[in-house]
């Protein structure tokens, strides 16, 4: 058991890599509160992941403090602490720069960019005051290379390299690790409206000639959360089966 009895938040934790996350974090033996905007996917990872003393749905919108300040304050009610951040919740809306207009660059900086910066402002006093803790960040091997039609998206994922740094060594002298894992493609919603003939580029050009599974991205998190990963911080984790090599 890797996590016995620590308390984890994962945002987007209903679907893709966040639900992967929560399940293996249960069996590692963590108590798992579970953020996402999607109720009907949040009640029906529940009855998925059964484990019901252990794991709990809010719906919170990772752009909304105050849904965030009344998830933490209930978690804070419940189990006294929390122990790791899963700062997973991440939307794309994809374009050429030319089609791309005002309102698409902001809704993406809002979710993966400022939604990160809200979860952890409000979940970092909570750690300085116990003097330990974990923070880890969705960024993206789009946010290392950048990708055509992602402007958006590959800002928020290298600004989220930024943030993860800054915060190692802002928090590191507190007994905070922040580290952040770079996924390369994997099956989950977000791709699945990728052109087939854009996976299929991808996974050629991968060295392990294959994408990659949200299982791949929930054991990287699970490493960085666990005791194993102790001296790690600061670090962007690519898990992408050598893409970026
Ligand atoms: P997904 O679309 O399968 O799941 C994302 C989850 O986030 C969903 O449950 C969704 O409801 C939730 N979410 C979206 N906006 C939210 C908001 N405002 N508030 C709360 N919840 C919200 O995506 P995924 O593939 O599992 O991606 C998880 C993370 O990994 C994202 O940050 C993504 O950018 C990153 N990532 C994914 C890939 C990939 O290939 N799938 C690659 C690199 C990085």
């Given at each position: 058991?890797k996590?016995?009895d620590?308390v984890?938040?994962?945002?987007?934790?209903?679907?893709g890599?966040g639900?992967?996350?929560?399940r293996?974090?249960?069996?590692?033996?963590?108590?798992?509160?579970?953020c996402?905007?999607?109720?009907?996917?949040?009640m029906?990872?529940?009855?998925?992941?059964g484990?019901?003393d252990?794991v709990?749905?809010?719906?919170?919108?990772?752009?909304?403090?105050?849904?965030i300040?009344?998830?933490?304050q209930?978690?804070?009610?419940t189990?006294?602490r929390?122990d790791?951040?899963?700062n997973?919740?991440?939307?794309?809306?994809?374009?050429?720069l030319?089609k791309?207009n005002?309102?698409?660059?902001?809704?993406?900086?809002?979710?993966?960019l400022s939604?990160?910066f809200?979860?952890?402002k409000?979940?970092?006093?909570?750690?300085?005051?116990k003097?330990?803790?974990?923070?880890?960040?969705a960024?993206?091997?789009?946010?290392l290379?950048?990708?055509i039609?992602?402007?958006n998206?590959?800002a928020?994922?290298?600004?989220?390299?930024g943030?993860t740094?800054?915060?190692?060594?802002?928090?590191?002298?507190?007994g905070?690790?922040v580290?952040?894992i770079a996924?390369?493609?994997?099956e989950?919603d977000?791709?699945?409206?990728?052109?087939?003939k854009?996976?299929d580029i991808m996974?050629?050009k991968?060295?392990l000639?294959?994408?990659?599974?949200?299982e791949?991205?929930?054991?990287?998190?699970?490493?960085?959360a666990s005791?194993?990963?102790?001296?790690?911080n600061?670090?962007?984790?690519?898990?992408?089966g050598?893409?970026?090599?």
């Amino acid at each position: 058991m890797k996590l016995a009895d620590k308390v984890a938040l994962i945002t987007g934790g209903a679907k893709g890599i966040g639900k992967e996350t929560a399940r293996r974090f249960l069996q590692e033996g963590a108590k798992v509160v579970i953020c996402d905007r999607d109720k009907d996917a949040g009640m029906t990872v529940l009855k998925e992941l059964g484990e019901k003393d252990r794991v709990e749905f809010f719906e919170v919108d990772v752009t909304n403090t105050f849904q965030i300040e009344d998830v933490i304050q209930s978690s804070i009610n419940t189990h006294n602490r929390i122990d790791i951040l899963i700062n997973n919740a991440g939307i794309t809306i994809d374009g050429f720069l030319t089609k791309m207009n005002e309102t698409d660059w902001e809704k993406v900086i809002a979710v993966n960019l400022s939604g990160v910066f809200k979860f952890t402002k409000a979940v970092i006093p909570i750690m300085m005051e116990k003097g330990s803790g974990v923070i880890i960040n969705a960024s993206s091997v789009v946010g290392l290379y950048g990708n055509i039609g992602q402007t958006n998206y590959a800002a928020t994922k290298a600004g989220v390299i930024g943030l993860t740094k800054s915060w190692a060594k802002e928090f590191g002298p507190k007994g905070i690790r922040v580290n952040a894992i770079a996924p390369g493609f994997i099956e989950t919603d977000m791709t699945s409206s990728v052109p087939k003939k854009i996976l299929d580029i991808m996974k050629e050009k991968t060295p392990l000639k294959k994408l990659g599974k949200p299982e791949d991205i929930a054991s990287a998190y699970l490493f960085l959360a666990s005791e194993d990963a102790n001296y790690i911080n600061g670090a962007i984790l690519s898990v992408d089966g050598g893409l970026v090599v």
